[in-house]
């Protein structure tokens, strides 16, 4: 990061300062391994750890300051604050300030790592971009993202994930995006945001942080998002597949193998390219960037380029191709709306296909209805079998008719779905984060034969 005084950090904090106002930060970080010269240490109690404990050791790693909540119990400059994490949002906020460069802020119910990687692979082809790093999205790993900003970049692409109302507010009031991209508005967090009206009104508190010569790009095939035609006088810029958006894709060949062959209908013109990937949302997260992208000057060849380099992330519909089987390894996370979009992937496949699912999370008081809905969804997609796994997709498994089996445990599931499992069949893993359902993936990657 660029070097800041700790005068200026204490200032835009509102902390007290103990030592030497003039000694400089070069990089804020919450975990302790990750201290070096000129660091600051944000001492953060969690529920298991307080990082106050963990001071000492931190100076003598070269730490120059810490960000406390009570006095060190050792001699160094620290700075006094109620709570460390609120006063890492404002550092954040101040720090932030000091870049006039281009601020592309990114949400949606799904989708929103893909197009963030999406957007910054298509932009580093002309820029030095600085994106966030696999999902520090929430309160505390927007801040550590706005941290890694270096005097070279000339754009930052940062995701924002939330769970409830007011979150989005705290996280735009960091970012200030001058370009908004919403994916999309599904069922998701629905214990907090109730419905498809709450979650639209949580993810657009963005827009009230928006610059007021910024730019909205919002995926117009969402019948929600597309009733968002303009704030504060800036009109939306709709993409997708539906010919009502001013930016539209048309898919025209999927090659398992290759990809999916598309033609990008942008204002200067068509781009051919290959999305590499067998998910189709994903041709509607290129034509988002691409339209970012010609927004900022970008050639159609650089575009082009931008897209057919896109790689994607951990647990993301990443394809293992293994001698016998294909796994889909999707098993980050899950609500019904990226369950239908992996199992619309899933479809094209030849031979059997097997969806291992478990269950989402934070559905609120249709939990059940909308578990039921999704097992019916994959059956009539012609889904070969259903394995459910979790107490909640005991329903998703009789929306499926009871087509495949159920396991209450995935512990249950990894004993047995060697045996389920058959040469040829291609099998797509999700399920919500906390399943660890990366552990059937691992089973299946090493033991099936």
């Known amino acids: 990061m660029k070097p800041i005084t700790l005068k ?7 902390g007290q300062l103990f030592g030497d106002e003039n000694a400089l930060v070069t990089s804020i970080v919450t975990d302790s391994r990750q201290v070096k010269n000129g660091t600051m240490f ?3 109690k969690g529920e298991r750890v307080d990082g106050h404990k963990f001071i000492p050791q931190c100076i003598e790693a070269g730490a120059v300051c810490a960000l406390v909540e009570e006095k060190p119990q050792c001699e160094c400059n620290y700075i006094l604050v109620d ?6 949002k404002k550092i954040a906020e101040y720090y932030r300030s000091l870049f006039k460069i281009p601020f592309i802020g990114i949400t949606g119910s799904v989708g929103k790592t893909s197009t963030k990687e999406m957007i910054s692979s298509v932009l580093s082809q002309k820029f030095n971009v600085h994106k966030t790093q696999g999902n520090f999205n929430n309160e505390l790993g927007v801040p550590l993202t706005i941290f890694g900003l270096e005097e070279e970049h000339e754009i930052a692409v940062i995701e924002m994930g939330i769970s409830g109302f007011t979150e989005m507010t705290r996280l735009a009031t960091i970012v200030k995006p001058d370009i908004s991209v919403i994916t999309n508005i599904g069922y998701c967090h629905l214990e907090n945001l109730i419905d498809l009206d709450g979650v639209l009104k949580a993810k657009t508190e963005m827009l009230e942080f928006l610059n007021p010569n910024g730019k909205m790009f919002f995926c117009g095939d969402d019948e929600k998002l ?7 006088g800036i009109k939306t810029t709709f993409y997708g597949f539906d010919d009502r958006n001013e930016y539209k894709a048309e898919i025209i060949n999927t090659d398992l193998e290759k990809g999916i062959d598309c033609k990008l209908y942008l204002k200067n013109g068509e781009i051919r390219a290959t999305v590499p990937s067998v998910e189709s949302h994903m041709v509607s997260n290129a034509l988002c960037a691409s339209a970012i992208g010609e927004h900022l000057g970008m050639t159609s060849e650089q575009i082009k380029k931008g897209v057919e380099s896109y790689k994607t992330v951990g647990s993301r519909s990443n394809v293992i191709r293994k001698e016998d089987i294909t796994i889909i390894d999707d098993c980050y996370n899950a609500n019904p709306t990226s369950v239908r979009a992996s199992v619309n992937s899933l479809s094209k496949f030849a031979g059997r296909k097997v969806a291992v699912i478990g269950d989402m999370k934070e559905l609120g008081a249709n939990e059940v209805k909308l578990h039921f809905d999704t097992g019916k969804y994959i059956i009539d997609k012609g889904i070969n079998a259903v394995i459910a796994v979790g107490e909640l997709s005991k329903h998703l498994f009789e929306g499926a008719d009871g087509k495949g089996c159920y396991f209450e445990t995935v512990e249950e599931c990894i004993e047995s779905i060697c045996d389920i499992i058959k040469k040829g069949d291609t099998i797509l893993v999700k399920a919500s984060h906390s399943m660890h359902f990366d552990n059937i993936v691992e089973k299946l990657n090493k033991d099936f034969e």
């Open 226 to 232: 597309f009733t968002v035609k303009e704030h504060n």
């Open 83 to 88: 709570s460390t994490l609120i006063a890492l």
């Open 42 to 44: 944000a001492a953060i």
């Open 8 to 14: 200026e950090i204490a200032k835009s904090c509102s």
